[in-house]
């Protein structure tokens, strides 16, 4: 049986996050720095090194300093890579020696949210074990510490360190990922005014690509405003306008990556893993024939594999999930629906950057238009909903045993899940009708708006 998500009074399935100001705070992020500098330096005898990016938010520059004031207040260091993505914070922690990485965003939340991942030294996210410490801090809770986490004084006091060269470092391992040059494609890039805004350009600029890029404006503001991953029609007009090659929208901290072939289909992150896969296999790279997906993933994508003779594990959403997975399983290759792409040769978690440089290998080495990759990749009809709420205990009331009987009645798989970093119920119905997975969603909808009424 699969472990679940940690989910406490503050962190949940992928760190601490909510609005900024009020439900996550600049106090809430001190108080975060100040366990970490303890936890991994004075608790030790040692200092603490952290390693600390943001993506674009206007709350960032709060939390990062407010952080940073947390790990130098007990005695750790803490080095500053700016306005970077996820994955390079995970990067940079596994390579350069951190005692832990921490990432300030909220992904692909709009600007007024913000939020805290932290991960390990190995770039993983961070144990259990010490985010029930951090709970128990914040919830004024000190008897794990002996008392209140003590102060550093005198030459104990840490130090912020810029660290701009780390991040740097991050776009040249991009950049060495390449094998060819992309000279003559015509490449769209989409940074949704977050993380990859700057990082995207050049990594692709670099590789000889002629880039068209959008979403490369940030102003505190506007991150993954119209946008983005999320909102991949701005992609599609702009490949389609330009008659681009193809083109990538990554989300606000740059760990996932949707494309959009020349003719404008949009390919998720099933259909990514589908040519990715097949490529893999093609080279003998793919290790047991067999990648990662989670219970989101089209069953189109286990059908269309399978026809290659390549199987599919399935587990819970979660690109940490996908990774723990994949470890379990000797995977080299997994990810989710909505663009979280794990390559194990390089990475331990989702790179929106690594997963566009990965395809346009494919692209480059086949010689054919991206949509001939997927002439042998059929998917069902699947739609989702995400329906909001204020209360999701309340809305999911009844819920279970209505989809268990619409999915016997309409002969579908639905699945029905709270979010685990918005205020919504996501409602999933897949099958061979695409009428009866429309019906299915409708009644679910209806019963979860109700439910809160």
Known sequence: MQKEAFTGKYFGTDGFRGEAGSTITAEHAFKVGRVLGWYFGARLGGKCRAVIGKDTRLSSYMLEYSLAAGITASGGDAYILHVTTTPSVSYIARCDGFDCGIMVSASHNPYYDNGIKIMNDRGEKIDEGVLGLIEQYLNGDFSPFGGEVPFARDKEIG????????RNRYIGHLIALATCSYKGLRVGLDGANGSAFSIARSVFDALGARTFVIGDEPNGTNVNDGVGSTH??????LVKRNCLDIGFAFDGDADRCIAVDGQGNVLSGDEIMFVLASYLKERGELSGNKIVCTVMSNGGLMKSLAAQGIGCEVCAVGDKNVWEEMQRKGAALGGE?????????????????????MLMEVL?????PAAELLKNYKAL???????PTSDKEAAMQGVAELANKLSSDLNLRIIVRPSGTENIIRVMAEGESEEACSLACAILSSKITQNCD
């Open 381 to 387: 009809p699947q739609i989702t909903k995400n329906i």
């Open 337 to 357: 629906r909505s663009g979280h792409i794990v390559f194990n040769k390089y990475e331990n978690t989702g790179d929106g950057l690594v997963t566009a440089i």
């Open 364 to 368: 480059v080495e086949k010689g054919v």
């Open 232 to 237: 991949i029609e701005a992609l599609r007009d």
């Open 159 to 166: 130090r912020t360190v810029d660290y701009i060269s780390g």
